[in-house]
Structures are given as structure tokens and as C-alpha cells.
């Protein structure tokens, strides 16, 4: 019942996927030339396009994060969670990005870019994510893409506790945007991609 109240919720909320009613330079620019990208403006790898197996909305977040991270510039990334194969086959070929980590929680405070795929929470010995709260740190600008935020249960979990600590925050319905930055202007945004 919760996952049909959100997705209800959201269908009356999306304003946002063109840009109205967003205030923010920064953020009008993110949407518009960077989520809902419709321009040919980035060019994808072909080693990660010519992954077999992957399904269109897999394709579809792997290039949101692919998108981010060039555009955002973050030269550390942390990938958790299940299905994340694609998301580092993507990551790894951005010029600007040093280090793509996957196997644990090390890497948490030093990662700007944390890609948490599904189930991330439910892992067994990876417990540790659920105090991402405690180790974002004020001055750094971190983003946290989440898949599944209103279906999967531990990743539901996170992107509450996450999401009002966070300066911005994106709901996509099936995925999430969470932007940690004190130079920003708050804010809540619905969007569909």
C-alpha cells in the first residue's frame, strides 16, 4: 500500500521535468541539461553501450550516473548494492574520475559519487551503509544516485534518513538524487525521466 501511496503522490507532484518552478540556477541547468538531457551532448562508451543482457531502464540509470559524474566533475566513486556491474562499466571510462570503488565501505568518506544499486543494504557485511548519515561531513560536495527508493525496502530506509539531511533532493519515482552541498539552495524536486 505504501509503494501505491508514493507512486501516487508522485504522479501529482512531477512539476518539475522542464524546469518549472525551479528556482535555482544550478539546479535548472542540472535538470534541463543533465537528468532530463535530451540534447546528444555526451557521448556514452562504447565498451559499456555494448553490454549484453542490459535492459532499457538499466541502460536509462546508467547514463543518468554516467551524466552526473561528468558533469559534476567527481574524481572518487563508491558502488554498492546488486546489478552494479553496468553503473562501473560506465563509470570507469569518465576522463575525471580517478577511482571507482566497489568493494566495500572503505571508501565511503573519500567517494563524492556513491552509486547505490538494489538491495545495497540488505547485503550481508554491508551493514555500513546506513550510517552514510554519519560520515557526510559539512563543505564536501558529495551526490548519492539511489535505485529503488520506493520499492526496496533497505534503500527506502536510506533515502529517508538521507533525504532531509541532504540540500537537494530529487525524486524520480524509481530513482533518487541526493546533492550534499551548502552552496546550494534547498530544495525538493519531482521529476520523470
Not at 504522479?11 to 542540472?30: E, K
Not at 560536495?141 to 539531511?165: A, V
Amino acid at each position: 500500500m505504501g509503494y501505491i501511496k508514493e507512486r501516487l503522490k508522485h504522479a501529482v507532484r512531477f512539476r518539475h521535468r522542464r524546469g518549472y518552478g525551479v528556482h535555482s540556477p544550478f539546479m535548472f541547468q542540472l535538470i534541463t541539461g543533465v537528468i532530463c538531457a535530451r540534447r546528444n551532448r555526451y557521448t556514452y562508451p562504447p565498451p559499456a553501450e555494448a553490454l549484453p543482457g542490459m535492459r532499457w531502464r538499466e541502460r536509462k540509470l546508467y547514463r543518468l550516473a554516467y551524466r552526473l559524474c561528468a558533469h559534476l566533475e567527481f574524481r572518487t566513486v563508491l558502488c554498492t548494492g546488486n546489478g552494479i556491474e553496468g553503473a562501473v562499466c560506465y563509470l570507469e571510462e569518465i576522463p575525471a574520475v580517478r577511482q571507482v570503488e566497489t568493494d566495500g565501505f572503505g571508501a565511503v568518506k573519500e567517494a563524492a559519487f556513491i552509486f547505490v544499486g538494489t538491495e545495497a543494504s540488505a547485503q550481508s557485511g554491508q551493514s555500513d551503509i546506513l550510517d552514510i548519515p554519519g560520515i557526510i561531513s559539512p563543505g564536501e560536495r558529495k551526490c548519492i544516485l539511489m535505485t529503488e527508493i520506493h520499492r526496496n525496502s533497505g534503500n527506502l530506509l536510506l533515502w529517508r534518513r538521507l533525504k532531509d539531511r541532504a540540500t537537494v533532493s530529487v525524486d524520480m519515482m524509481w530513482y533518487g538524487i541526493l546533492l550534499f552541498d551548502e552552496k546550494l539552495q534547498q530544495g525538493k524536486y519531482y521529476l520523470t525521466i
